[in-house]
């Protein structure tokens, strides 16, 4: 058997597994067993029913329940899940209060694929009362699917309700599963040991150390000439075959490993084959060890390696004859074995490097440590270089002795194969060339220096024409491109000898002509600088300096400034050479300066003409300079203090000192510019306002260094300022406590402006009327005319006048009269209305009802007109002059409706007067009961006749009243009472006083709140009563309750008006209670007057008269 | 030839007392007379007058209420009307031109030519 430690530790989980499995299995059966029993159903509904104590089974049950291993559930059949333990809501992941919500089912909690499995078990549940588990899925709150094993078993009441039992399979699948992953592994792993078994060419042996039993490949026997079956599986079979000279050696290598000395077991030892040959075999292996260090077994692997053993001995036999033959070369050699690592070297060779053979321990490091650091490396690189292309190692190297000298070495070298091709060991020879090195060395040297040296001067020489070239090339690069122009000359021979080509663009002039022509570059220069730039050029021709400012005259005419200027240039003897010169233009400069000083001059002008000073203010040194207009503005003589920020300060006004100090110190702190206005008292004690303005000034490191500024009087413009905003409140004040409306358009015809009036008038908020708003309050049907006449004011500019209504939020019109008139600027342009708008609301309203009044008047004049004019004129034809009697007739007629005609006209008369309010009252203390019998005496016929009652209940009170009056509006009320009272019935006159106690009362007349006595008339009757809607118009003009009335009962119509003048005029009330069909009751009040208790002492009188029947 | 016959409606007795008497005395036309809408709409009916003087302002029953009547009344609406009115006003002059009237006689009228202003109006020759 092989060593399967995996197949091992798998089948333990596995055993374990299936217990687990089974007990849960067999957990499961007992309870559903326990349930398919009659008595435990029984018990088990009692227990559910009425809790009874249970009995020993129940509490197997119950222990299982509470012990969570499995979990439980009671259920109905439908789906609903009724009861269910902790184990069961961990397993579905839901809490007590979800599963009492109904949240979870058992149906819904199950995937699809597994309902026909439920409907098999329920069918079960129902035919058997008990179904068999049976693995399923359950669905997890968060979605997993829990794989579980179910059984359930159906409680007998209520019939269609279950106990199911529920264990959670989800650990077993998960190990199942890793079970079988790792049975998939091992068998992977055991397929590819086979594999390798085959496939490789060295023999493999497996031992196991505790039982001795080794396991040798087929490879391996093979190896020896056996057949696999002559070969048993014991450590026998390879310790009998081990040469008897290397067993020794080869089990104490073994021990040493076990021991972990080494960490492989590697050895060449011999091996019987069987054949009776022994054979070279080169056995590797390593062990496998337990926890506590004991070998378990051990793997390894069996190489023959007699060829190359054969090849070692043929070598070195070989070696013992050249060594012999190198001796004599004073030549050493190497060995190096590649399968050891061990380096051999000859006698000669440890001469070569200086150290004894004895000293040598044959190890590749030491070698490396006798060669110079700094060619170690490429014999290294060269000897894989030889490894790989298979070629003769060759190289020359350095070595150091103990006693540091350095020494060259020759190496040659060459490996040797096996006849399988693989390299098993190199030899070499080496021979010390230290004195062709040095040779070689001193002719490099020699060689190196010479190449230097003339590479050096090569380099001198190519730098020198480069800088010469570079140096051309720079002087034409600036020359041809400079603006200015580059000028030399020849002062011996007046000659010029360059012009740089900027000439033809300073001078607008060509510069070649120039060159022949030494004289004609005076050509081009003004006029007016032309003798004084030829006599200095002349002098510079025999200095060599010169330095001109000088205008050009250019053939377009154009005046340009040029700057010349020459320097000299002399032979090494001192004698002048040449001149050379740069002329540049400098007409900008020269227009710039000229506009700086138109500049400065226009500055200079402004700040005396705005009487300004300009001051500078080094807040770092605390100094300050003001020019001679400052100490003038501050009040100072100029000059006659130092000026500094202190007596800045002091200047100022002691109500803006504060504010001054804080200003300047925020905007030093913020680096802003400042813009202060403040007042200085000057010594005469006048103020003057000032304003300064000033900017931060920095230093080169960017600090704040200071300010400077300019100081300005602008007193004017203060008052100036001051008499704007006195004007603009002014008129604003008018405007907002204007009692007309004023607006303000502008060119556009947009509202700016309204003033309060205004917009009381308009029904809008100042917001609302701005632009077009203010049209949305015009009333819908005046708006279309409006916007037309509105449209042609803006359009000719024109102002325009309109009567029309606005309709307010709530629904009420007001009427408003518009006038506008347009604005015109300086220049006659129209720049928008100005308008007024009046409440004229009030006046349409008098006008309607003057209207109104003259239209009725009218008719009511016509009426007895007609009958007269009609009667008269059919008299006056005679053609009733045969009928006397209707003659007659008609002669009454016109004497019934003059009468009628002549009421009317003093009524009209009266009431005009009454309400002129130029009508004066003449008043006088009179008795109330006086006026009373006065005015039933003048209706004491009228009474009579209607057979009419009149009832009077006086009081003996005196008023302050007009009696002619009071006693014409109580005669007017008696007559209308009587008018409509029915023959036989009664009408009553009384007064009273009312409001004793100054208070108002709730009989007090409704129209008015009178706070002090009064004497209160009241006239009553049984007539038809006054309609209610007539109760309110019945005191206005010809508002009878029956427009026929008038004719009928002889009235004018305006009885009533009259009465509510005259007892308005006195300063009392009048008004009416009616119920139709039952009789009215008309009142008044007149004030008594303030003594009107001692005046009622004085006339002591019975205070209640029995009623009068009249 | 018959005499005209004619109705006139006024709530004022007199008036009506002159114009009957004028037409009556003066030109010996059959004068029917009215003092109410409603008295004038039962005559209209019962004794199917040639045209009708009718008065504006009446209590109850104005004349143009009694005009509508009338005018949708099929025994009376053949009968020509004319207003007999106080009312001279402008206003009142745009309110009879909407009504279909013969024509409009104002108070107080020339008793003399009242015969012959009612002739012309209604075309009678």
């Known amino acids: 058997m092989t060593w399967e430690p995996n197949t091992c530790s798998n089948g333990l989980v596995e055993l374990a597994l299936m217990l687990t499995l089974l007990s849960a299995l067999l957990l499961v059966f007992l309870v559903v067993m326990l349930l398919a029993s009659p008595h435990l159903s029984r018990t088990l509904q009692r227990r559910y029913r009425v809790g009874d104590p249970w009995h020993q089974t129940e509490g197997q049950v119950e222990r299982l329940q509470t012990a969570n291993i499995i979990g439980i559930l009671r259920a109905n059949l439908d789906g609903a899940i009724l009861d269910g333990n902790d184990e069961f809501l961990r397993l579905l992941g839901y809490s007590r209060e979800e599963l009492h919500q109904g949240t979870v089912r058992w149906d819904t909690a199950t995937p699809l694929e597994y309902s026909a499995l439920d409907t098999a078990a329920i069918a079960q549940l129902r035919h058997r009362g008990v179904c068999a588990p049976y693995e399923k899925e359950l669905i997890h709150r968060n979605g997993d699917r829990i794989p579980v094993l179910i059984g359930s078993a159906l409680l007998e009441e209520p019939g269609d309700q279950c106990i199911a039992f529920v264990l959670d399979l989800s650990r077993q699948k998960q190990t199942e599963a890793q079970l079988r992953a790792s049975q998939e592994a091992l068998r992977q792993s055991e397929e590819r040991w086979q594999l390798a078994l085959r496939g490789n060419n060295d023999g493999i042996w497996d031992w196991n150390v505790q039982t001795n039993e080794v396991f040798f490949s087929e490879r391996w026997k093979e190896m020896l000439g056996y057949r696999n079956e002559e070969v048993q599986n014991s450590l026998e079979e390879w310790s009998k075959r081990v040469h008897p000279d290397d067993l020794g050696w080869v089990t104490q290598a073994i021990q040493d490993h076990f021991a972990q000395k080494t960490p492989y077991y590697i050895t060449e030892h011999r091996v019987l084959a069987k054949d009776g040959t022994y054979k070279w075999i080169l056995d590797r292996g390593q062990v496998l060890l337990d926890e506590q260090g004991n070998p378990i077994r051990m793997v390894g692997s069996h190489t023959d390696v007699s060829d190359r053993k054969q090849a070692e001995q043929a070598l070195q036999e070989s070696e013992t004859r050249l060594r012999l033959a190198l001796e004599a070369a004073h030549m050493g050699t190497w060995t190096w074995d590649l399968v050891t690592g061990n380096v051999a070297w000859s006698q000669q060779h440890a001469e070569l490097f200086g150290i004894s053979l004895d000293h040598f321990d044959g190890s590749m490091e030491m070698f490396a440590s006798c060669v110079h650091p700094e060619d170690l490396q490429a014999i290294l690189d060269e000897i894989d270089r030889a490894m790989v292309e298979r070629d003769d190692y060759h190289h020359e190297f350095r070595i150091i002795w103990p006693d540091g000298s350095i020494h060259w070495i020759e190496g040659k070298g060459r490996f040797f194969y096996n006849n399988r091709g693989e390299p098993l060991v190199m030899r070499g020879a080496i021979v010390d060339i230290t004195v062709r090195k040095q040779a070689e060395e001193v002719i490099r040297q020699t060689n190196e220096e010479l190449e230097r040296r003339v590479a050096e001067r090569t380099r001198e020489l190519e730098a020198i024409n480069a800088q010469l070239r570079e140096s051309e090339e720079k002087f034409r690069q600036l020359a041809e491109t400079i603006q200015e122009v580059f000028w030399m000359v020849d002062p011996i021979h007046h000659q010029w000898i360059y012009i740089s080509p900027a000439y033809e663009s300073i001078w607008a002039r060509d510069r070649h002509t120039l060159l022949h022509q030494f004289e004609d570059w005076l050509a081009g220069v003004h006029p007016d600088d032309r003798e004084q730039v030829r006599a200095s050029f002349v002098h510079c021709l025999s200095h060599g300096q010169y330095d001109q400012e000088y205008r050009l005259l250019w053939p377009t005419g154009e005046v340009r400034w040029v700057h010349d200027r020459g320097f000299p240039v002399y032979t090494e003897d001192g004698q002048l050479h040449r001149i050379t010169g740069i002329a540049e233009d400098i007409t900008v400069r020269k227009q710039t300066e000229e506009a700086l000083r138109a500049s400065k001059q226009r500055l200079s002008i402004a700040l005396n003409a705005a009487k300004a000073g300009t001051w500078e203010w080094h807040s770092d040194t605390n100094q300050a300079f003001w020019s001679s207009e400052n100490y003038r503005l501050l009040g100072y003589e100029p000059g006659s203090c130092e000026a500094s920020y202190d007596r800045w300060l002091e200047a100022i006004h002691p109500d803006d000192r504060t504010i001054a100090d804080r200003y300047v110190q925020s905007v030093m702190a913020c680096g802003v510019d400042l813009n202060f206005e403040y007042r200085v008292s000057l010594p005469n004690g006048s103020i003057r306002w000032l304003n300064d303005i000033g900017q931060i000034i920095y230093d080169e490191q960017g600090r704040i260094k200071g300010m400077v500024g300019i100081q300005m009087d602008i007193t004017d413009r203060k008052l100036a300022e001051e008499a704007i905003r006195r004007n603009e409140a002014w008129f604003r004040t008018l405007s907002e406590s204007s009692p007309v409306g004023v607006f303000r358009m502008n060119a556009q015809g947009h509202c700016i402006y309204t003033n309060p009036r205004c917009q009381t008038i308009g029904g809008f908020s100042f917001e609302e009327a701005l632009g077009e708003g203010w049209l949305k309050f015009i009333h819908p049907e005046d708006l279309p005319s409006m916007m037309e006449e509105w449209s042609r004011a803006i359009a000719q500019r024109t102002g325009f006048s309109k009567d029309l209504r606005y309709l307010h939020r709530d629904g009420t019109v007001c009427w408003g009269r518009l006038h506008t008139a347009p604005i015109q600027s300086d220049v006659n342009d129209c720049i928008g209305h100005v308008g007024t708008v009046e409440d004229i609301t009030l006046t349409r309203e008098v006008d309607r009802m003057k209207s109104e009044f003259i239209s009725v008047v009218s008719h009511e004049l016509r009426t007895p007109l007609t009958s007269i004019r009609g009667s008269l004129g059919l008299l006056s034809t005679g053609a009733l002059a045969n009928h006397p009697d209707k003659a007659q007739r008609m002669i009454e007629i016109a004497v019934t409706d003059t009468e009628r005609l002549v009421r009317l006209v003093n009524d009209i008369l009266d009431l005009e007067r009454l309400e002129s309010g130029k009508f004066i009252l003449n008043k006088e203390l009179c008795y109330a009961a006086d006026l009373m019998q006065r005015a039933v005496e003048t209706l004491r016929a009228i009474a009579e006749r209607e057979q009419i009652q009149i009832v009077v209940t006086p009081t003996q009170v005196q008023v302050l009243a007009s009696a002619d009056h009071i006693i014409q509006t109580l005669t007017n009320l008696l007559s209308n009472a009587i008018k409509f009272s029915p023959p036989g019935s009664t009408v009553w006159l009384s007064a009273e006083i009312q409001n004793l106690d100054g208070e108002s009362s709730a009989a007090s007349p409704p129209s008015t709140a009178i706070t002090m006595p009064y004497v209160l008339f009241t006239v009553a009757d049984r007539g038809r009563g006054i309609p209610p809607d007539k109760l309110e118009t019945i005191f206005g003009r010809f508002q009878q309750v029956d427009a026929s009335d008038s004719r009928q009962k002889g009235g004018t119509g305006l009885g009533l008006a009259i009465c509510q003048s005259i007892i308005h005029q006195h300063g009392g009330a009048i008004g009416v209670d009616s119920t139709p069909g039952q009789g009215s009751c008309f009142y008044f009040s007149l004030p008594l007057p303030s003594d009107w208790q001692r005046l009622s002492a004085a006339n002591s009188c019975p205070s209640a008269p029995p009623p009068l029947p009249l | ?125």
């Not at chain 2, 039962?42 to 143009?64: C, K, N, T």
């Not at chain 2, 104002?106 to 002739?119: E, M, N, R, W, Y």
């Open chain 2, 1 to 125: 030839m018959t005499p005209h016959k004619i109705l006139i409606v006024d709530d004022e007795e007199r008036i009506q007392e002159v114009v009957q008497m004028c037409l009556e005395m003066l030109n010996g036309w059959q004068v029917l007379t009215a003092g109410s809408g409603q008295e004038a709409l039962h005559q209209a009916v019962s004794d199917r007058p040639e045209a009708i003087l009718l008065d504006v302002s009446m209590p109850d029953m104005d004349g143009f209420s009694v005009l509508h009547e009338l005018q949708t009344t099929p025994l009376t609406q053949a009968i020509p009307v004319i207003f007999l009115t106080a009312k001279v006003q402008p206003a009142d002059h745009s309110a009879f031109a909407k009504s279909r009237i013969a024509g409009v006689i104002h108070k107080p009228f020339d008793p003399v030519t009242l015969a012959s202003q009612i002739c012309e109006l209604l075309h009678w020759d």
